[in-house]
């Protein structure tokens, strides 16, 4: 699915008052390990540049000469240059400024020449360029199936331009059409809509629309068409009022409205005029393009300078058809540049990137090489009751939110002051919060988080009674699992609770399982692992009922780390979580043999977990130290569903390698790479299709 690249980041960093350490970081696909190729030395007289024109031939050779005039520096890219030369591959080269040189932001990097022929290095398909801005958004890439991917096309043109100097009117009809030809098969809102019955009906072009939109419908692409200019060091944006009058907006707002968002869009296409800075108006970071990329959009391809409409009209066609067919934006980016190479503005398109493999799609399914030969025996063991579904948090985070961005929320409310790869880790934010506030704050802010948050997006469907302070969490759950299960029919619980299965086991605390289970004609009973004292004294359906066998009418729900309504049981820290594999461990004889024959005899189907998060592992290792060879010889067809996202899982052979070394050797397991959605959505499809 990938298209591999070598890959190099030029880091730009002060060394002294005036020189520049140049470092070099290469890396192999073939390889994890990585090269520091050496260190040389830069200096760029920006007041000689800033005297050329931007783009010409001299601004060229002076940047180019500026940058490699150390042998060290040029013996270091040519090593590079070649080694992706020799593995017949494209060197993805990310251009990295430190932050103690913001003033090299104003530079126009895309006008590099390859300093080993002298030709245009941003436009070359075989060197993908991009800036590459770190960012304080520690928030992971969610990516959508290529088939699934939506774009908002937002096009501003306000009804008095004219009081502006200089801006003429845009035109909407035109760049409406070479949106939708460029994007092809993408599902894509536009705004105007074509779907609007006249002009005198146009919805305006508001940033409270904007940002309306792409929170309702979780767009992938922002395609924004406007009147942009870059005054006082400030990006400004001429949106709509609700006039259709002129709303000249502050980037910054915009900047803050996206950075509030769940979940962002995965590119933002500035083609607005000076959208990524006019370096001779002011400073080139403070325009709206770099401001969006260190705010946490994954990728923002913006426009430098005043860029002509016919360089825009050829490149945007090239860069979305690209884009749709590999799925790597600054591979896309090469191209598109390349098609508009002869033109004198063709440097203009800037890309800035926190993504380092430049993927924004992937294609849904199992291993290429492996493939999944199996569905008729997976199918084979749900119609004989021997499959066991073991549940993970993916299957919740479409209606409460993923675990992370709790975890995110509580860090930045509390100051968590580890480092910031851990601000999205749950269970050590968690343990935090229990030793820095009190030992049940976490427990005690879980279920005021989680009330907020559906109170927040359902608040319009709601009924009433479930906006009283005194409803419980468990009845707002139904209440919000039933709103969205009458739009979304397909939602992984319900297609997990119509399976003919006599034992579900879970991770997550909540009760949607039950209810999924309910409102498919079931009677399910509900135990819980007991890995604590204050567990063994909760009444279960095997008090009630010494010798209870669950059967397909009435399955067993074994909740292993708790239950919401019973605080106590709920495994949520860090110390929970080894707590959990010592009391579950001592507690042995208190599990239902049900569910330790279910783990051993039948194929187990686990859906909605990521190889890296804690419940994954605790998980595993409680069910290996209880039964060893579980995941060995008569069962082969295990499903583990991951969910890509830029910097967990991106190989799915690599991370197939990594599970069968985690169970045991000969371990069969067969890994989809895709999201919860998509795994459930193929397994219904097969299921269905089954003859009675």
Not at 54 to 67: E, F, H, I, M, V
Not at 74 to 88: D, G, I, K, V, Y
Request: aromatic share 8%; glycine share 6%.
């Amino acid at each position: 699915m990938d298209k591999s690249a070598a890959d190099l980041e030029v880091g730009l960093h002060r060394r002294d008052a005036e020189a520049i350490a140049v470092e070099f970081r290469f890396s192999r696909p073939d390889s994890d390990a990585e090269v520091r190729l050496g260190q040389g030395v830069a200096r760029f007289d920006l007041a000689a540049l800033n005297k050329l024109p931007a783009g010409s031939p001299d601004y060229t050779r002076q940047l180019t000469d500026a940058l490699f005039a150390d042998p060290e520096v040029r013996s270091a890219f040519a090593q590079a240059f070649a080694s992706a030369q020799s593995l017949e591959m494209p060197l993805r080269l990310r251009l990295f400024i430190g932050s103690s040189l913001p003033e090299l932001h104003s530079l126009h990097w895309e006008a590099l020449a390859n300093p080993l022929d002298g030709q245009p290095l941003s436009s070359n398909e075989h060197v993908l360029f991009s800036r590459y801005l770190s960012s304080q958004d520690w928030r992971s890439v969610q990516l959508r199936p290529k088939d699934k991917l939506r774009a908002l096309v937002f096009i501003a043109n306000p009804s008095n331009l004219s009081d502006y100097q200089n801006l003429s009117p845009i035109d909407v009809e035109g760049e409406l059409q070479r949106a939708r030809e460029s994007m092809g098969e993408m599902q894509i809102t536009s705004v105007p809509s074509e779907a609007q019955p006249s002009e005198n009906k146009k919805l305006p072009a508001t940033l409270e629309r904007l940002i309306a939109l792409l929170r309702q419908e979780n767009q992938d692409v922002l395609y924004l068409v406007c009147h942009g200019a870059l005054t006082d060091d400030e990006p400004y944006l001429w949106l709509e009022d609700e006039q259709g009058r002129a709303a000249v907006t502050p980037g910054a707002e915009l900047v803050s409205r996206l950075q509030e968002m769940a979940q962002q869009p995965r590119l933002v296409v500035l083609a607005s005029c000076q959208s990524a800075g006019n370096p001779t108006r002011g400073d080139a970071l403070m325009a709206l393009g770099p401001r969006l990329a260190q705010a946490g959009v994954p990728a923002v391809l913006a426009m430098q300078g005043n860029i002509s409409l016919e360089t825009i009209a050829a490149f945007m066609p090239v860069f979305f058809r690209q884009l749709h067919q590999d799925g790597l934006v600054d591979q896309s980016v090469a191209v598109a540049r390349s098609a508009v190479r002869q033109r004198l503005d063709h440097w203009m398109p800037a890309l800035y990137m926190r993504l380092k493999s430049g993927r924004i799609w992937y294609i849904p399914g199992f291993g290429r090489e492996q493939g999944f030969d199996k569905w008729r025996s997976l199918y084979r063991s749900i119609r004989n009751a021997r499959c066991t579904p073991i549940l993970g948090p993916g299957l919740y985070e479409a209606l409460l939110g993923p675990p992370r961005e709790i975890a995110r929320r509580w860090a930045e409310a509390y100051h968590y002051p580890m480092q910031p790869h851990q601000r999205e880790s749950l269970p050590q934010v968690a343990q935090f919060l229990a030793v820095n506030q009190y030992r049940r704050a976490p427990y005690d802010e879980l279920q005021e988080h989680l009330k907020h948050e559906i109170r927040a997006r359902f608040a319009d469907q709601l009924p009433k009674e479930m906006l009283a302070e005194t409803a419980s969490l468990d009845d707002l759950i139904a209440a919000a699992g039933a709103i969205r299960w009458k739009d979304h029919p397909d939602d992984p619980y319900k297609v997990i609770a119509e399976l003919p299965l006599p034992v579900y086991i879970t991770t997550n605390t909540n009760n949607l399982l039950t209810i999924a289970l309910q409102q498919a004609g079931k009677d399910p009973q509900v135990a819980i692992c007991p890995w604590n004292e204050y567990i063994e004294q909760i009444e279960s359906i095997y008090d009630k009922e010494p010798n209870f066998q669950p059967t397909l009418q009435r399955p067993l729900v074994y909740h292993l780390f708790g239950r919401l309504n019973e605080p106590y049981s709920v495994v949520l820290t860090e110390d929970d979580y080894f707590n959990f594999l010592i009391g579950a461990t001592r507690n042995r004889d208190l599990i239902p043999k049900e569910v330790l024959q279910a783990l051993v005899n039948s194929a187990l189907l686990f859906v909605g977990f990521q190889l890296d998060d804690w419940q994954f592992r605790v998980l595993f290792h409680s069910i290996l130290d209880q039964q060893g060879s579980l995941l060995r010889g008569g069962h082969p067809h295990v499903a583990v569903q991951i969910l890509p996202e830029e910097g967990r899982i991106l190989e799915p052979e690599r991370a197939r390698t990594y599970l069968e070394d985690y169970f045991a050797k000969d371990a069969e397991i067969s890994l989809y790479w895709g999201s919860v959605q998509d795994f459930t959505s193929e397994l219904q499809r097969g299921w269905r299709s089954q003859p009675a």
